[in-house]
């Protein structure tokens, strides 16, 4: 069972786990590390990552370090729907400490524009 608190850790970021029996230098090290993963995974039609897109809702980290992943699509019809999250999974899962993955795929709330990161919007010159 997880025993963690959400926490944003940037606007328009996901909520990250924190709170956990884990070491706060151990959380923080696993969250930049989950982060940077995430940043690699690109939806084919965008060129921008997921975690910059605002697609990451939340990343849940428990004391047995299985992390929970709440993400979201472009829209529901996205052509990768069935295969993103098998993309996250395998990015997370080689951060090392993670014990296992899982992600959710949810669409509530729906993704919108506003969830995007500055990064995003220059990338998709989208001002």
């Not at 956990?20 to 690109?42: G, S």
């Not at 939806?43 to 980290?61: C, M, T």
């Not at 699509?73 to 729907?81: E, I, N, S």
């Not at 993955?101 to 949810?106: F, G, I, L, Q, Y």
Request: hydrophobic share 40%.
């Amino acid at each position: 069972m997880t025993d963690s608190v959400a926490e944003e850790i940037k606007p328009n970021a996901p909520a990250m786990g924190k709170g956990t029996a884990l070491p706060p230098e151990e959380i923080d090290r696993l969250t930049d590390d989950i982060i940077a993963a995430l940043k690699t995974v690109y939806d084919p039609e965008i060129p921008s990552d997921i975690y910059e897109l605002g697609l990451i809702y939340r990343v849940d980290i428990a004391d047995d370090r299985q992390i929970t992943i709440d993400m979201t699509l472009t829209a529901p019809g996205c052509p990768v729907a069935g295969e993103m999250p098998g993309w996250v999974e395998n990015a997370v899962s080689t951060v090392n400490g993670v014990a296992g993955v899982t992600v959710n795929m949810t669409f509530d709330p729906p993704w919108d524009q506003s969830r995007m990161s500055d990064e995003a919007r220059v990338a998709l010159d989208m001002w």
